[in-house]
């Protein structure tokens, strides 16, 4: 069973910075494409970013200049670095990757942006 396993999240101020890594557990083929999602409280699952396999990046607006996506393909590893976090920021983040019409998601990990 593929499974994608996240780290990286926490509580930080607004205004300062996180960084979210996210791996696979086992050996598998590189994923087409890596990105993030994020659920709020109350809100439906969002977009946040996505990479593929030949770099191209796809952001939400509201993230465009404050959070950058990158991989890692020989590894099928996918990272965001989020700067300026914002409390509308605050959420799950989940990881996903797919490959060959098949999307695998992380569990999840917790973003908070307060004071």
């Known amino acids: 069973q593929v499974q994608l396993v996240e780290s990286g999240g926490g509580l930080v101020q607004p205004g300062g910075s996180l960084r979210l890594s996210c791996g696979i557990n086992r050996s598998y083929r590189t994923m087409a494409e890596m990105g993030w999602y994020r659920q709020a409280p109350g809100n439906e699952r969002e977009f946040v970013a996505s990479i593929t396999t030949g770099g191209i990046m796809s952001y939400k607006d509201s993230v465009k200049g404050r959070f950058t996506i990158s991989r890692d393909n020989a590894k099928n590893t996918v990272d965001l670095q989020m700067n300026s976090l914002k409390p509308e920021d605050t959420a799950v983040y989940y990881c996903?990757?797919?490959?060959?019409?098949?999307?695998?998601w992380g569990q999840g990990t917790q973003v908070t942006a307060s004071s």
């Open positions: 996903y990757g797919l490959q060959f019409g098949s999307q695998f």
